[in-house]
């Protein structure tokens, strides 16, 4: 199992995103490459995230490269996995977990429930209340395109688990990459997977997070 210890990030202002982008460049960027169903998706695009919180916010920063994007999904709530869409899914207990996702123009995805089929959908204003800033870069000699994606989670849209406290705390978390609908299809992980078939909502595969 994964295992990752989540630092505090020293910003001013925890809701400037440029600078908690910035801040989040600073820190050793771990990798998302696991790939437990390469044998019938073998392209794995590069991925790395970075982490850090404060108070009262998670930071969370993606770096991707991959060979092309798709970026269809536009609504809250709506397919951003069908898109080049990155993914944090966490835990804060036994019962249940909360899923965020987001493709790469910054629509976001936000679940929870104890299982993939027993999902529910947290309300628009509690999504949109996650900040989210997105860059792309092609690179046409690289035959590859380059994008990145900060966003800043209010502790508060954890809706089932406030108040919530992250300093000292330990959770069990996993870090994805996907793109259901891409011309190369491809499911990669932080933490490893034991499912036959892709499936990112298996939390007995979780890593562990521990917050300073």
Same mark, same amino acid.
């Given at each position: 199992? /994964? /295992?990752?210890?989540? &630092? /505090?990030?020293?910003?001013?202002?925890?809701?400037?995103?440029?600078? @908690?982008?910035?801040?989040?460049?600073?820190?050793?960027?771990?990798?998302?490459?696991?790939?437990?169903?390469? @044998?019938?998706?073998?392209?794995?695009?590069?991925?790395?995230? #970075?982490?850090?919180?404060? #108070?009262?916010?998670?930071?969370?920063?993606?770096?991707?490269?991959?060979?092309?994007?798709?970026?269809? @999904?536009?609504?809250?709530?709506? /397919?951003?996995?069908?898109?080049?869409?990155?993914?944090?899914?966490?835990?804060?207990?036994?019962? #249940?977990?909360?899923?965020?996702?987001? &493709?790469?123009?910054?629509?976001?995805?936000?679940?929870?429930?104890?299982?993939?089929?027993?999902? &529910?959908?947290?309300?628009?204003?509690?999504?949109?209340?996650?900040?989210?800033?997105?860059?792309? &870069?092609?690179?046409?000699?690289?035959?590859?395109?380059?994008?990145?994606?900060?966003?800043?989670?209010?502790?508060?849209?954890?809706?089932?688990?406030?108040?919530?406290?992250?300093?000292?705390?330990?959770?069990? @978390?996993?870090?994805?990459?996907?793109?259901?609908?891409?011309?190369?299809?491809?499911?990669?992980?932080?933490?490893?997977?034991?499912?036959?078939?892709?499936?990112?909502?298996?939390?007995?595969?979780?890593?562990?997070?521990?917050?300073?």
């Amino acid at each position: 199992m /994964k /295992k990752l210890t989540i &630092n /505090k990030l020293s910003l001013n202002n925890t809701q400037d995103i440029k600078a @908690a982008g910035v801040a989040l460049d600073a820190l050793v960027k771990q990798p998302v490459a696991e790939a437990p169903w390469m @044998a019938s998706y073998p392209y794995k695009p590069t991925v790395h995230f #970075a982490m850090g919180h404060q #108070a009262d916010r998670l930071f969370l920063k993606y770096y991707v490269t991959e060979k092309a994007i798709r970026a269809v @999904a536009n609504q809250v709530n709506g /397919k951003v996995w069908e898109d080049s869409c990155v993914e944090f899914f966490i835990a804060f207990d036994n019962n #249940a977990y909360y899923n965020l996702e987001f &493709n790469c123009i910054g629509t976001a995805l936000i679940g929870f429930g104890p299982s993939k089929h027993e999902r &529910n959908m947290l309300p628009a204003p509690v999504v949109e209340q996650v900040a989210i800033h997105t860059s792309i &870069n092609r690179q046409p000699a690289a035959g590859t395109i380059h994008w990145e994606l900060t966003i800043i989670i209010p502790l508060s849209i954890f809706l089932h688990h406030q108040p919530l406290t992250l300093s000292g705390k330990d959770c069990r @978390a996993n870090f994805y990459k996907c793109g259901d609908l891409l011309p190369d299809p491809h499911f990669v992980a932080w933490s490893g997977i034991d499912s036959s078939t892709p499936n990112f909502h298996v939390p007995a595969s979780f890593g562990s997070l521990h917050f300073e």
